[in-house]
């Protein structure tokens, strides 16, 4: 099986949803911001304050292309979709799904957390302009499950049911 890619933005719910997924299928998952992590031995949110957004983005590119492309379930960073060549890449080399959430409930998820360097530094406005612009780019997946409302295992299995639709489309 070719391997799964979740996008969204964040606080849809990619890496909680992705660990389900994998548990489910089992499948390893690789989450591209732990693996940056582990790899430089440094929080994103240092990533960001020491050498800026562009090179955080040049090594979310790097760590997609390393990470397996079968059998896998991969949770993306939510800008990893700023770049083209990042959704070319899942969507050439896997099943590309978009975890869609409410922007009022992602806000609700994210204005909390000291860990996201992209919220901390704004407003709500800004956030949800953010998650705006960004739409187009994740509407470019394969497959979009909207997650707003749903338990982790509703959005798990709504997440496992279109990869099966999609697997089966691919045959």
Not at 77 to 84: A, D, E
Request: proline share 3%.
């Amino acid at each position: 099986m070719k391997s799964i890619y979740l996008t969204g933005f964040m606080g849809a719910g990619k890496t909680t949803i992705g660990q389900s997924l994998a548990q489910r299928l089992d499948l390893p998952v690789y989450d591209t911001d732990s693996v940056i992590e582990q790899k430089m031995e440094i929080i994103i949110k240092d990533i960001f304050e020491q050498y800026g957004e562009r090179h955080f983005r040049e090594l979310e590119t790097k760590t997609l292309q390393d990470i397996p492309v079968n059998n896998a379930i991969v949770t993306t960073g939510g800008g990893i979709v700023t770049s083209q060549s990042n959704i070319d890449w899942m969507k050439e080399n896997g099943c590309m799904i978009f975890l869609h959430a409410d922007p009022e409930v992602i806000w609700s998820r994210l204005e909390s957390d000291i860990t996201r360097p992209l919220v901390q530094q704004r407003e709500k406005e800004e956030v949800l302009e953010l998650f705006k612009s960004r739409l187009p780019l994740y509407r470019q997946a394969h497959l979009t499950v909207d997650t707003t409302g749903l338990t982790l295992e509703e959005a798990t299995e709504s997440v496992h049911k279109a990869i099966k639709i999609w697997n089966n489309s691919q045959h």
